[in-house]
């Protein structure tokens, strides 16, 4: 399954890098392919001045963190607090596996702990697909989509790694649609002055 809408080849070597990795790498990799993304729909919605975003997402810039950016995310009504529950868990089991030095992997305790708690599992998906075809205030086109991505889903086996990889995919495609509406609402003109 894609794991984007964006479809360009950097996303694509990205993703497939993630599929052929082993647990510590792969969930790494996401985590930042995803933290990136939401640093995308972050800025979609602000004033399109690069120093100033430069400066606040880079080095030591007050959203240069993951978790700086999943809560402004929330509190700019990007995510729900549901949604920003679960990127914190993705967001410490990135950590986990970059900052504990041994052997680590989805089925770790701790790790699988997390995943269990917090995020969509294959046998769940099936309940999701049918909320979705109910959904009275959703496109049809939408939910179209939204049942072949979940449908997708459903086939996987039941593992940790899955379901964070579940979750990571099923969030970044709201995240997208959201960004895509985002992009295509009439937005007023710039404030910056013309010399």
Not at 94 to 108: G, I, K, M, Q, Y
Not at 181 to 190: C, G, Q, R
Request: glycine share 2%; aromatic share 8%.
């Amino acid at each position: 399954m894609p794991w984007t809408t964006r479809g360009t080849k950097e996303d694509k070597e990205t993703t497939e890098e993630i599929e052929r990795q082993e647990d510590r790498a792969a969930a790494i990799i996401a985590a930042a392919y995803f933290e990136n993304r939401l640093m995308l729909a972050i800025q979609e919605r602000l004033e399109d001045d690069a120093k100033v975003i430069n400066s606040f997402f880079q080095n030591m810039g007050p959203l240069a963190s993951f978790s700086a950016k999943i809560d402004l995310a929330y509190l700019m009504r990007i995510i729900t607090a549901d949604i920003r529950e679960k990127l914190h868990t993705i967001r410490r089991i990135r950590n986990e596996f970059a900052h504990n030095l041994a052997p680590v992997t989805f089925e770790s305790p701790k790790i699988r702990s997390m995943c269990e708690k917090n995020f969509i599992r294959p046998s769940r998906v099936s309940e999701m697909r049918r909320l979705w075809k109910e959904d009275t205030e959703t496109e049809e086109l939408l939910k179209q989509a939204m049942d072949s991505i979940l449908k997708e889903f459903e086939q996987l086996t039941d593992t940790p790694r899955n379901w964070f990889m579940i979750t990571l995919k099923y969030l970044l495609f709201l995240i997208e649609l959201q960004t895509f509406v985002a992009e295509n609402m009439i937005k007023p003109p710039s404030s910056k002055k013309k010399n």
